[in-house]
Each structure stands twice: as structure tokens, then as C-alpha cells.
Nanobody, 123 residues
Framework: QVQLVESGGGLVQAGGYLRLSCVSSGRILRYYGVGWFRQGPGKGREFVAGVSRGGEKTSYADSAKGRFTNSRDNAKAMVYLQMNSLKPEDTAVYYC????????????????WGQGTQVTVSS
């Protein structure tokens, strides 16, 4: 069974930065679009960012534009989310997701999900 594993979360002060990583147990991350989602305390899951299969195209939620950068290294089968200028409202569990599609938008049919990594931003 293919698994995704996120890492890089932690506690950071407002204005700080973190880089999340996502790795797959198989090669799936090399071939499909990948999305990042988050779920904050008492909130539903929301799309944060997506990256195309080749890494040349990205999409971002308005809340992430200008602060977050989504990238990938297909040789290593890894995807990254660089998060700068973090705000307390960015506090959430962050998940990476992929599937059998080149789509990387919020509506992509992602069907493989990681367990998430906690990001906490203190004020």
C-alpha cells in the first residue's frame, strides 16, 4: 500500500518559516499532481497549494499566495512546501495528497493522503 509521509512541522513564532516535506513509499509522487491541504482547530480541511506533475505549474489558495512556495524533486520523489511569514491563523495539521491524475487543483481527485504534520504558529 502506497503511503505518503509528511515532515517538517513544528512550533514557530509569527513571522517565522518552516519547510514541509512529503515523501512516498513508492514512486507515486513522481507521476501525478500533488496538493497540500490543512485543517485548523475546529475547521474543515482546506486546500493550500498544488504542484503539477513536472513541477512547472503551481496553484495557491489566496491565504498562501506570496508566502508559500510549492515545489517538487521527482528524482527524489519528494514534494516541498516552503512557508514564510507564518501567521497564527496558519496553525493547522498539514497534509499532502496525490492520486492517479495530473490535476493539482483544489478539486483534484486525490485519493492517497499522508497522516499530516502539525504546524503551530505562536503570536
Amino acid at each position: 500500500q502506497v503511503q505518503l509521509v509528511e515532515s517538517g512541522g513544528g512550533l514557530v513564532q509569527a513571522g517565522g518559516y518552516l519547510r514541509l516535506s512529503c515523501v512516498s513509499s513508492g514512486r507515486i509522487l513522481r507521476y501525478y499532481g500533488v496538493g497540500w491541504f490543512r485543517q485548523g482547530p475546529g475547521k474543515g480541511r482546506e486546500f493550500v497549494a498544488g504542484v503539477s506533475r513536472g513541477g512547472e505549474k503551481t496553484s495557491y489558495a489566496d491565504s498562501a499566495k506570496g508566502r508559500f512556495t510549492n515545489s517538487r524533486d521527482n528524482a527524489k520523489a519528494m514534494v516541498y512546501l516552503q512557508m514564510n511569514s507564518l501567521k497564527p491563523e496558519d496553525t493547522a495539521v498539514y497534509y499532502c495528497a496525490t492520486g492517479s491524475s495530473s490535476d493539482y487543483s483544489a478539486d483534484a481527485p486525490f485519493n492517497v493522503w499522508g497522516q499530516g504534520t502539525q504546524v503551530t504558529v505562536s503570536s
